[in-house]
T-cell receptor
Framework: KAGVTQTPRYLIKTRGQQVTLSCSPI?????VSWYQQTPGQGLQFLFE???????NKGNFPGRFSGRQFSNSRSEMNVSTLELGDSALYLC??????????????FGPGTRLTVL | QQQVKQSPQSLIVQKGGISIINCAYE??????FPWYQQFPGKGPALLIA?????SEKKEGRFTISFNKSAKQFSLHIMDSQPGDSATYFC????????????FGSGTRLLVRP
């Protein structure tokens, strides 16, 4: 069974630009969560999608948005990039909403660098 | 209340020794406590997880100890091996409608040969 895949793996953008990151969950998984990982703030929850609906949202500005398609694939968009958005963006999938009965599996992440 | 405090920040252990990482939380609504292991260049991988109705869970060399009254839980790695060298994250999930995972700040473990 293929794992969670994220594309692209590396991305360099400049301030003010926007970026779209893609995540393909494990086959059969319907929930996709996004996390931002930085050395200073650690792993922070961005949002979770289940059956094309955003179920949960972390404390990030509106510049961060996402969506999920009918095949459970998800995209995350960051508009008007700031230097502080440089991070590893991780996607995780689970069969149902992440929790005790639905283990989350993480992808390798997309390393975003904002210059 | 949504924080999970993890310590130590880094840990050096000799091969064969016991590695212990601790986490504390405040939110009594947390109902799921997983530990993740992350190697450089990889995403976190679930190592072991526990629910608050259990005080201890063991899987191979990895054990979670859970103290509900103290709101603390810890990861013990027995017979630590150089291959265990990685960053470990504890996490907690709120049992209310939010379902999101709150992660600790991570512990960088180095096991010396």
């Amino acid at each position: 069974k293929a794992g969670v895949t994220q594309t692209p793996r590396y991305l360099i953008k400049t301030r003010g630009q926007q970026v779209t990151l893609s995540c393909s969950p494990i086959s059969g998984h319907r929930s996709v969560s996004w996390y931002q990982q930085t050395p200073g703030q650690g792993l922070q929850f961005l949002f979770e999608y289940f059956s094309e609906t955003q179920r949960n949202k972390g404390n990030f500005p509106g510049r961060f948005s996402g969506r999920q398609f009918s095949n459970s694939r998800s995209e995350m968009n960051v508009s008007t990039l700031e230097l502080g958005d440089s991070a590893l963006y991780l996607c995780a999938s689970s069969f149902g909403l992440a929790g005790p009965y639905n283990e989350q599996f993480f992808g390798p992440g997309t390393r975003l660098t904002v210059l | 209340q949504q924080q999970v405090k993890q310590s130590p920040q880094s840990l050096i252990v000799q091969k064969g020794g016991i590695s212990i990482i601790n986490c504390a939380y405040e939110n009594t609504a947390f109902d799921y406590f997983p530990w993740y292991q992350q190697f450089p260049g990889k995403g976190p991988a679930l190592l072991i997880a526990i629910r608050p109705d259990v005080s201890e869970k063991k899987e191979g060399r990895f054990t979670i100890s859970f103290n509900k009254s103290a709101k603390q839980f810890s990861l013990h790695i027995m017979d630590s091996q150089p291959g265990d060298s990685a960053t470990y994250f504890c996490a907690a999930r709120a049992g209310d409608s939010s379902y999101k995972l709150i992660f600790g700040s991570g512990t960088r473990l180095l096991v010396r040969p």
